[in-house]
C-alpha cells in the first residue's frame, strides 16, 4: 500500500490581511464618494491600488509555488473547486442584477402606469396620472428630476458586432487550449493572442457605444430606471472582460514562457472557465437588454 502523498500547506502569507484592507478601502471609498464626501474618491482611489498590488503579489507568489512543483493533486482539486465557487458567485450577480431588470420591466413600471390590483391603480392615481408604462422607459413620471432619454438602445449594429467578436473569442481560446493540449507551442500562442485582441477590441467598442450613449441618446445613469439597468449591466460586465483579457494576457506571457504542459495548466483552464462565462453573460445580456425591449 502506497504512502498518501502530502498535502502542501502554503506558508503564513500577509496577502489576505492587505486584500482585506484594500477591500474595505474600496468599499468605504465608494460609498463616501456618492454622499459626496471630499475624501471619498481620494480613498477609492488608494483602495484601488492597494487590490493591483496584492493582485500582481499574490499571484506572483501563486505562480513562484506552482512553478516549484509544490503542489499535489489534493491541491489541483482544492484549486478547481475554488475557482467554480467563485464563478457560482459572480453568476448569483449578475443573476440579481438581471433579477432588478425584471421586477423594473414587469413590476414597477407597470404598477406605476396603473397596471394590476386595485392598490396598484390608486398608485397611479395619486402619484402620476399622466404616466402612461412603457419599457424601454423613455418618458419618466417626473422628468424633472430623471431626464428623459431621446431614445432606447437598439441591438443593430454595434452590439451586434460585440456579440459576434465575443462569440469568436470562445472559439479561439478553446482551439488555444486544444493547441496546448497537442502541444502545439505556436497555435496555442498565437490563438490566445487573437483572443486577447478580440477581447480588448469589445472593450473599444464598448466604449465607442457608451460615447454615443451619452452624447447622442442622452442615455445616462442618471435618466431613471432604464439608463441605470442598461449601464449597471453592461458595465459590469465590461470590467468582467477587462478583468478576463487581463487573466489572459498573464497567460499569454506565462505561455510564451513554457510554464504550463498538456498534463499541468490548470491557471490557463481556470481563465478559459472565467472567459467563456463572460460570454455567456453578454448572449444573455445582447437578448434580454437589447432585443426584447423591442417586442
Request: glycine share 8%.
Amino acid at each position: 500500500m502506497s504512502e498518501p502523498q502530502p498535502y502542501y500547506v502554503p506558508q503564513q502569507s500577509k496577502w489576505p490581511i492587505i486584500a482585506s484592507v484594500g477591500l474595505g478601502m474600496l468599499a468605504i471609498g465608494a460609498a463616501t464618494s456618492f454622499h459626496d464626501d471630499p475624501y471619498g474618491p481620494y480613498i477609492l482611489v488608494l483602495g484601488i491600488f492597494v487590490i493591483i498590488y496584492i493582485m500582481v503579489g499574490w499571484f506572483s507568489a501563486v505562480i513562484t509555488e506552482s512553478q516549484g512543483a509544490m503542489y499535489t493533486p489534493q491541491n489541483d482539486r482544492t484549486f478547481r473547486w475554488g475557482m467554480f465557487w467563485f464563478i457560482f458567485s459572480e453568476v448569483m450577480f449578475f443573476v440579481g442584477f438581471f433579477g432588478t431588470l425584471f421586477y423594473a420591466r414587469n413590476f414597477s413600471v407597470p404598477w406605476l402606469g396603473g397596471q394590476g390590483s386595485v392598490a396598484k391603480l390608486a398608485t397611479h392615481q395619486f402619484l402620476w396620472q399622466d404616466f402612461t408604462a412603457q419599457w424601454p422607459l423613455l418618458k419618466n413620471p417626473d422628468p424633472t428630476k430623471f431626464a428623459n432619454p431621446l431614445r432606447d438602445m437598439r441591438p443593430l449594429w454595434l452590439p451586434l458586432v460585440n456579440t459576434f467578436v465575443l462569440a469568436t473569442s470562445s472559439v479561439t481560446v478553446t482551439l488555444a487550449h486544444h493547441g496546448l493540449l497537442a502541444n502545439k507551442r505556436k497555435v496555442l500562442n498565437l490563438m490566445l493572442l487573437l483572443t486577447i485582441v478580440l477581447g480588448f477590441s469589445f472593450l473599444i467598442l464598448q466604449a465607442y457605444e457608451y460615447h454615443g450613449a451619452y452624447t447622442e441618446l442622452k442615455l445616462k445613469l442618471s435618466t431613471g430606471i432604464y439608463g441605470t439597468t442598461f449601464f449597471m449591466l453592461t458595465g459590469f460586465h465590461s470590467a468582467h472582460v477587462t478583468i478576463g483579457a487581463i487573466m489572459l494576457s498573464v497567460m499569454l506571457v506565462r505561455c510564451l514562457r513554457g510554464h504550463f504542459t498538456p498534463n499541468y495548466h490548470f491557471a490557463f483552464e481556470a481563465t478559459i472557465w472565467y472567459w467563456h462565462f463572460v460570454d455567456v453573460v453578454w448572449l444573455c445580456l445582447f437578448i434580454y437588454v437589447y432585443v426584447l425591449p423591442l417586442r
